[in-house]
């Protein structure tokens, strides 16, 4: 209890401070409790939640309109996230599922299918949608401010950010949300990179290539787009990078290459000129050479094109300040390795290595660290998205994806969407002392719960591993909470403001299976329910713990593994049609795990089961206890299957009692056999 | 209540005692009777009690038993107390309170340990196989097994059983039937090991079995399936479990005749008599012209079918004959129908393999039972299991109407009272009240009741609507359990319906909300009706709770408690309220002091005085006055004259909470 008021008084002091502040020009500079840097999806994700919840918050865009990447990219204009309009379901839920473009708010008609009915829809059509979603509620954005600058300050009131826009105008900040998204072109050092287009730059008309030769750098969706679009015209197409090629379909990681971009995978197994290589990127050297040989033939045309060369670094001979483009025959590989596949020079070497993390405006006070993984291009956050050391600064978008690199949909629209979601779940605790919103249940119903929850709920599909519902189980009453971010269960008292009580909690994931299996192959999908921990497929998990799991829980946890190893585990079977209602593979195994874990009797009985059970027994099973005895008994419906409770369980609450009921000519004869039944083996003392 | 259980419960006891005491003198003796039969000769099995400990204790309720299964084999089972008899030879070491002895001739034959005589078939079984003696052989050796079936050959034949544990009802079966026909047959015991590899059974865990060795008759002369050469009896396995009915039948069946003649269709043969009525019967066909070569056919098929089937050979010649000469073979099973099925067999294989795989197919069925009683594969919630077994039945939701997040407000607004039913596809309690919910819906179309708006809410699909957030347009909180009925009128918030799940109940329910509450009364002739009609004649047969405000005018303070309790009352009970000039006329009748609550429960003959109640300050606890007020005084005999339903229906609240544990434990106390 203490506690609890001191964080109120605290938040509420905290939010009075804040609001005396706010509005008021202090020497030019603009105070609001939030800051949201760029009007993005991400961006305009959070102002919905901020504007929803009446904070005091303002949306920075340096452009004119929200979402400008958009405006530019993907260069070849066409959408590769899924807008499926036609699921044959009315469930908003979870048609979101199969949304990937929409941005969440309480408008059911604000989706995106609003601007556009086509499966891949056009690039132009996303910053439409984010200015109708911006129209539409109201949020507050400025635009044209380009931040240049961002410091953190340290005052009485705490800390708090300043940005510094182009004018020098000051915004001051308590808590800075940067959804700045990543724009900036990741490059590779290496001698001739000058020589090298760049994906942002290149031509988009697929004539210019005309019999070209071209080298790719880079085997993402971008490089594979690029190829695509030249496919037709160019002589051929190689692609180069370190790794091989990694197929979202195979990987479930969207970030992947995507069928929808694979066609030179097909040129290049079907003999076609076209094809991949690996190699470190560090370690080429690209030269420009005049093709000596054809310039005398084609004097005619006056003009030669300069053609490109891909060495190695090895080959160079060292201490070798020329210019890159002045490589000697003998120093290309050719020269050496007369089967060097990438022998044959190219016309055009064309980068597309994806895009990175604006560090730069972020002052050192304010600077979030660089992620150990995705090769340092994004920032290092929290299991909250808070940035490591920056407290109040928030990463939001495809900015946050650090979390989940390679893993889940964290980096893309339909992932970012609902953790910017949680955070502001997790603001609205910290500095609002609101509870992350949850819904309190009878125990009875809590499969019921669960099963609409893993068919329909978007957010732990789409961010599988990431995110998934808590249940604090507190008897006869449980409190689901939804989608919080697992990494930070640690955390889960503080951030979330629920307490675990001693009956402990279970978590509801969806994970795909861990092993790597032929994806088309036979025997891919796991049918049987008693298998169930074999499924490959997405499929919901439950963990069990019986108290919080620690940091070092969550460090030691197996590898692979969302969670750490839990009490109880339990495997739904993966489905088909991802509709876990199966009453025999899906429900009564699930209904089975949560009677171990909380040690109740959860099957719903009939009113005269009830009735027997009340007679028999001291406590009756809670299905009768919030039911039937609460005047909410069930008909016995035709032919109910008689022996099912005998079945057992409730063991422990047998009373020697009733024992004669069928002699007792107190009671109605239906009852007799029934009866003797519940509690038969306890004659022995008559 | 109190009282008449604990009267039944009494009842029961006692006779239950006078019964335990007869039983236990019916088996004791005196030190006279002891002496008086040892003289005479008579096997007795006895057992000197000393102290009763729990063990001791169940063994007597064995012995008893037993008394009665021993006695058709002529010996008297009894217990001698020692207490009462001090029998110097018996009850002077204490180690023959461990022991039980069988006295034949005069003199003690022989004592058992109580660790082998421990229930009724154990001393059955032991006891026989005492008094049996020579009769029944052990052998242990395949070697000796031989010299014993050179000894019996022309004269006897042999029984030969395994038995899988002494003290058994196998062991029990094996002895009682040993001791009838011990005298007909050489009854072998083998204690398994290498006698049973030699019978050839390798499987594990072994079964307990018996076979019949044919010994009596020269087996050259008999079949040629066995070689002549051959010192050994033939033996015919007994295929069925080891039981004295089994047992039984088996013998008899060996000794049945091999293969008899017919004369006339095997439609028109009966049915084999007892004790062959569970016995297969197969038919062969025989012509004339190959009379023999058919009798030597269906004789070697008969003793190949021997133990499982009987055979009848029909000859072909008779008139009466009528089956198709394209059929060569008939055969008619016991219990399912004693229809005789014709078939054209090729070899004598075929015969063999419809009677063993038959066998093989119970089995399997078996052990398909035993699987599901696993509870594997099988629903163990009662209402799930019902609702998946009738999962084939597809609602017919016509006489409702589908709320969906777009129509619910112009449904909604169309009628003035609409019950909606929120359901999940996936909870059984919410599918198996829909289907009483449909059944409401088109009783109440039957009816005619139209003012009623019947809705069903699928929250699988229409989740939005189902979670309306507080706020939202919706009259609702989000509903959190299911299946949940409210009860929606416009601009008003919903009511929760809180009865029972069943379609009588929430008929009911329905049809008292659609009166006013409380409904105005001015008249004396408008309360009297009030009092006492139906407030619908489908409910002529409910008597509801009635309650009557007495408030003395709109101003008072009490009106607004009455009316919001009235409210919260609408469909549980009926609700009236008094206006002006009655007010005082019925407060000086029943000497209250308006604001006040008059209750007719149900329960009570309408003509006695209502109970009294004063308004109080809150609804909420004027609420519970009135249910606590409305409650019955639980009756002794409720229980067997209503049925279930109405109990909880019509006593809403007897059974809630702790009442029901009150019950409970009453019960729980007096046994």
């Known amino acids: 209890m203490e506690p609890n008021l001191l964080c109120f008084i605290l938040s509420t002091l905290f939010g009075f401070a804040l609001t005396s502040f706010n509005q008021h020009l202090h020497n030019g500079t603009r105070h609001y409790n939030y800051c949201v840097l760029g009007a993005g999806p991400a961006g305009l994700q959070m102002g919905f939640f901020l504007s929803k919840a009446n904070r005091d918050y303002i949306i920075l865009e340096r452009n004119s309109g929200p979402g400008s990447f958009f405006n530019k990219y993907p260069r070849h204009r066409k959408l590769i996230s899924i807008n499926k309009i036609h699921t044959g379901r009315w469930n908003r839920e979870f048609n979101l599922r199969h949304d990937w473009n929409s941005l969440l708010s309480d408008n059911p008609d604000l989706l995106f299918r609003k601007v556009s009915g086509e499966f891949y829809p056009p690039a132009d059509a996303f910053p439409l949608y984010l200015s109708t979603f911006v129209r539409e509620l109201g949020l507050k954005v400025q635009y044209g401010v380009d931040v240049g600058r961002v410091r953190s300050v340290q005052s009485a009131a705490g800390r708090s950010y300043v940005l510094t826009d182009q004018h020098a105008a000051d915004y001051s900040c308590s808590v800075l949300l940067v959804a700045t998204g990543l724009w900036v072109p990741q490059e590779v050092e290496f001698a001739g990179s000058d020589l090298v287009e760049g994906y942002e730059s290149i031509s988009t008309n697929p004539d210019d290539y005309k019999g070209q030769a071209v080298l790719i750098l880079g085997k993402g969706n971008s490089a594979f787009e690029t190829t695509q679009s030249i496919l037709g015209r160019a002589s051929r197409v190689h692609m180069l990078s370190s790794s091989p090629v990694r197929l979202a379909w195979q990987t479930h990681y969207v970030g992947d290459l995507r069928a929808v971009n694979n066609e030179l995978l097909d040129t290049y197994q079907l003999k076609s000129l076209d094809g991949l290589v690996e190699a470190h990127l560090e370690d080429i050297v690209i030269a420009k050479q005049e093709e000596r040989g054809r310039r005398r033939s084609g004097g005619k045309k006056g003009e030669t094109r300069a053609k490109l060369y891909l060495g190695l670094q090895k080959f160079r001979q060292a201490g070798d300040e020329r210019n890159a483009s002045d490589v000697s025959p003998e120093e290309l590989p050719g020269h050496h390795i007369d089967n060097f596949p990438l022998r044959r020079p190219y016309d055009r070497v064309i980068r597309c290595l994806g895009f990175r993390f604006n560090f730069s405006i972020f002052d050192s006070s304010a600077r979030p660290p660089h992620s150990h993984n995705a090769k340092g291009r994004l920032p290092g956050v929290t299991a909250w998205y808070e940035g490591k050391n920056t407290p109040g600064l928030f990463l939001l978008g495809t900015a946050s994806h650090s979390r989940d690199y390679r893993g889940s949909a964290g980096g893309f629209v339909h992932g970012f969407r609902y953790t910017a979601r949680a955070v502001h779940r997790l603001l609205e605790h910290r500095y609002h002392g609101n509870p992350w919103p949850s819904t309190r249940l009878m125990t009875t119903q809590l499969t019921s719960w669960i099963l609409k929850r893993v068919g329909e709920a978007s957010g732990p599909y789409q961010m599988f591993e990431v995110l998934g519902d808590v249940i604090l189980l507190q008897g006869s009453h449980c409190e689901y909470i939804e989608e919080f971010l697992l990494q930070a269960l640690p955390r889960f008292a503080s951030l979330s403001g629920h307490e675990v009580s001693s009956h402990g909690l279970i978590v509801v994931v969806m994970q795909y299976g861990k092993k790597k299996i032929d994806y088309l192959g036979r025997g891919r999908a796991e049918t049987d329910w008693t298998k169930a921990w074999k499924s490959n497929f997405l499929h919901p998990v439950l963990y069990y713990y019986d108290s919080l799991p620690t940091e070092q829980d969550m460090k030691m946890r197996p590898h692979g593994w969302p969670l750490p190893r839990p009490k109880a585990i339990h495997h739904m079977v993966e489905d088909f049609l991802t509709e876990w209602d199966g009453p025999l593979s899906h429900i009564q195994p699930l209904r089975r795990f949560l009677e171990h874990c909380i040690q109740t009797d959860l099957r719903a009985f009939s009113a005269e089961t009830c009735f027997r059970s009340a007679l028999t027994h001291r406590r009756s099973p809670l299905s009768c206890q919030q039911g039937y005895l609460n005047q909410r008994g069930v008909q016995r419906y035709g032919q109910l299957t008689r022996g099912v409770y005998e079945a057992g369980l409730v063991p422990a609450e047998q009373v020697s009692a009733g024992t004669s009921t069928g002699a007792s000519p107190a009671f109605p004869n239906y009852l007799a056999p029934a009866g003797a039944s519940v509690s038969s083996g306890l004659k022995l003392d008559l | ?671």
Request: glycine share 4%; net charge negative; with cysteine.
């Open chain 2, 1 to 671: 209540m109190w009282a008449c259980v604990a009267f039944v419960l009494l009842w029961i006891r006692s006779a239950g005692c006078t019964e335990k005491a007869n039983m236990s003198k019916r088996i004791e003796y005196t030190a006279a009777d002891f002496y008086e039969r040892l003289l005479s000769g008579k096997m007795m099995f006895l057992y000197f009690e000393q102290q009763v400990s729990p063990t001791i204790s169940l063994f007597l309720v064995e012995l008893e038993k037993s008394a009665e299964a021993l006695q058709d084999y002529g010996v008297l089972v009894g217990k001698v107390s020692c207490q009462k008899e001090p029998i110097q030879t018996y009850c002077a070491e204490a180690k023959q309170q461990h022991t039980a002895f069988l006295f034949r001739g005069g003199r003690e034959f022989t004592s058992f340990s109580l660790d082998t005589v421990f229930d009724v078939n154990s001393i059955v079984a032991e006891v026989l196989f005492a008094i049996l003696g020579d009769e029944v052989k052990y052998v242990h050796t395949d070697a000796d097994l031989l010299a014993m079936e050179k000894a019996a050959k022309g004269k006897k034949d042999i029984v030969l059983s395994y038995v899988r544990s002494l003290g058994t009802e196998e062991h029990r079966a094996l002895m009682e039937t040993a001791y009838v026909y011990g005298s007909k047959y050489q009854f072998i015991l083998i204690t398994g090991g290498p006698v049973l590899k030699q019978l050839r059974v390798n499987e594990s865990p072994q079964l307990s079995r018996v076979w019949f060795l044919h010994c009596r008759v020269h087996s050259t002369s008999l079949t040629p399936v066995t070689p002549v050469t051959s010192e050994r009896c033939p033996l015919t396995q007994m295929r069925k479990a080891l039981s004295t009915l089994n047992l039984h039948t088996f013998l008899q069946l060996l000794e049945a005749p091999l293969v008899s003649d017919v004369y006339v269709d095997p439609s028109s043969v009966p049915p084999p008599q007892s004790p062959y009525q569970l016995t297969p019967q197969v038919f062969l066909f025989s012509h004339p012209a190959t009379v023999h070569l058919d009798l030597d056919t269906a004789t070697t098929l008969a003793w190949r079918l021997r133990g499982l089937a009987m055979l009848l050979l029909v000859h072909r010649q008779s008139p009466a004959v009528k089956t198709p000469e394209k059929y060569n073979a008939a055969y008619r099973l016991p219990e399912k129908s004693s229809e005789v099925k014709y078939l054209t067999l090729h070899s004598l294989d075929d015969v063999l393999e419809l009677f063993t795989k038959q066998e093989e197919e119970e089995e399997e069925e078996d052990h398909v039972d035993e699987e599901e009683d696993s509870h594997l594969g099988e629903l163990d919630d009662e209402v799930a299991a019902a609702v998946h077994k009738n999962r084939g039945h597809f609602q017919d939701m016509d006489s409702v109407t589908q709320l969906t997040s777009d129509n619910f407000h112009a449904e909604v607004a169309q009628s003035s009272l609409t019950v909606a039913l929120f359901y999940l596809k996936w909870d059984a309690v919410s599918m198996h009240f829909l289907s009483s919910f449909i059944e409401v819906a088109e009783r109440l179309e039957d009816s005619q009741v139209d003012d009623v708006h019947m809705c069903v809410v699928d929250c699988g699909e229409w989740t939005d609507l189902c979670a309306a957030q507080p706020g939202s347009a919706v009259p609702f909180r989000p509903i959190a359990a299911f299946p949940s009925v409210l009860l929606i009128r416009p601009q008003q918030s919903a009511q929760h319906y809180r009865g029972m799940l069943t379609g009588e109940a929430l008929h009911c329910f329905i049809m008292m909300s659609r009166m006013a509450s409380p409904v105005p009364l001015s008249t004396e002739e408008e309360v009297t009706s009030f009092l006492q009609e139906a407030p619908h004649p489908d409910l002529a047969t409910y008597r509801p709770d009635r309650i009557l405000g007495l408030i003395r005018t709109a101003s008072q303070p009490g009106l607004s408690v009455f009316t919001e309790a009235a409210k919260s009352l609408r469909g549980e009970v009926l609700t009236g309220l008094l206006t002006d000039g009655l007010v005082e006329k019925w407060a000086a009748e029943y000497a209250a002091d308006p604001p006040a609550v008059l209750l007719f429960p149900s329960w009570r003959n309408p003509t006695v005085r209502p109970s009294l109640l004063l308004v109080d300050s809150s609804s909420k606890e004027l609420l519970a006055r009135i249910y606590s007020a409305l409650l019955p005084p639980v009756v002794c005999g409720y229980l067997s004259v209503l049925p279930l339903q109405d109990l909880f229906l019509y006593n809403r609240l007897a059974f809630k909470g702790q009442k029901t544990v009150f019950v409970g434990t009453a019960l729980q106390k007096q046994t």
